[in-house]
């Protein structure tokens, strides 16, 4: 079973930046892509950025375009996303998600990170 563990969630003020990582536990992995979602109290799971696994092509949420930006070690089986320029609007509990290979979506979770962005 493909595992993903988050890390990097925390507080931060307004106009100040954050970095979160997301690791697979298996030995091998093979995926189409990765992404980053978030969740706020009360709204709908979002897509914040996605990459293609195999050659780094990045997605974007217009919301997010320009302050964030989502990169890839492939060798370490790792995900990054670099958070800079933070609003408040940006708290949300953030999810990787995996959409691995031979899958028909993103099936693979991680447990979530909270970010808070608050003076």
């Known amino acids: 079973q493909v595992q993903l563990v988050e890390s990097g969630g925390g507080l931060v003020q307004p106009g100040g930046s954050l970095r979160l990582s997301c690791t697979a536990s298996?030995?091998?992995?093979?995926?189409?892509?990765m992404a980053w979602f978030r969740q706020a109290p009360g709204q709908e799971r979002e897509i914040v950025a996605s990459?293609?696994?195999?050659?780094?092509?990045?997605y974007y949420a217009d919301s997010v375009t320009g302050r964030f930006t989502i990169s890839k070690h492939r060798t370490r089986n790792t995900m990054y996303l670099q958070m800079t320029s933070l609003k408040p609007e940006d708290t949300a509990v953030y999810y990787c998600?995996?959409?691995?290979?031979?899958?028909?979506?993103?099936?693979?979770w991680g447990q979530g990170t909270q970010v808070t962005v608050s003076s």
């Open positions: 998600a995996a959409h691995l290979v031979g899958a028909s979506g993103y099936h693979v």
């Open positions: 298996a030995r091998t992995f093979s995926a189409y892509g």
């Open positions: 990459i293609r696994w195999a050659n780094g092509d990045p």
